[in-house]
């Protein structure tokens, strides 16, 4: 079994900073891509960041410039500081990960979800 706890959501005021973490546990093997989506009601699920185990990242149009991704292997914990934060980022925000667990299986897993409300 492969589990993923996602942490640091919470209420922002616009503007405001918020770091979210993400830890992925059980029988892995290694971890190869790792991200974050979002889904605000009402709206389908979308790609915030992801970073690959090299490190290269991919971010969404809407959150360049003001959103990090970040990983540390040793850790399988992937972050996401969120700066400069929009009403509009209001959303549960979802962990994700491409897993090889240790008997060879490659599977995708999901978070259980964060909530990020941005209002003043």
């Known amino acids: 079994q492969v589990h993923l706890v996602e942490s640091g959501g919470g209420l922002v005021q616009p503007g405001g900073s918020l770091r979210l973490s993400c830890a992925a546990s059980?029988?892995?093997?290694?971890?190869?891509?790792m991200g974050w989506y979002r889904q605000a009601p009402g709206k389908v699920r979308e790609l915030v960041a992801r970073?690959?185990?090299?490190?290269?990242?991919d971010y969404a149009d809407f959150v360049k410039g003001r959103f990090t991704i970040s990983r540390d292997n040793g850790k399988n914990t992937v972050y996401l500081q969120m700066n400069s934060l929009k009403p509009e980022d209001a959303a549960v925000y979802y962990c994700?990960?491409?897993?090889?667990?240790?008997?060879?299986?490659?599977?995708?897993?999901w978070g259980q979800g964060t909530q990020v409300t941005v209002s003043s």
């Open positions: 994700h990960a491409n897993v090889e667990t240790t008997w060879g299986m490659r599977n995708a897993y």
């Open positions: 059980g029988t892995i093997f290694s971890i190869d891509a």
């Open positions: 970073i690959r185990r090299g490190d290269t990242t």
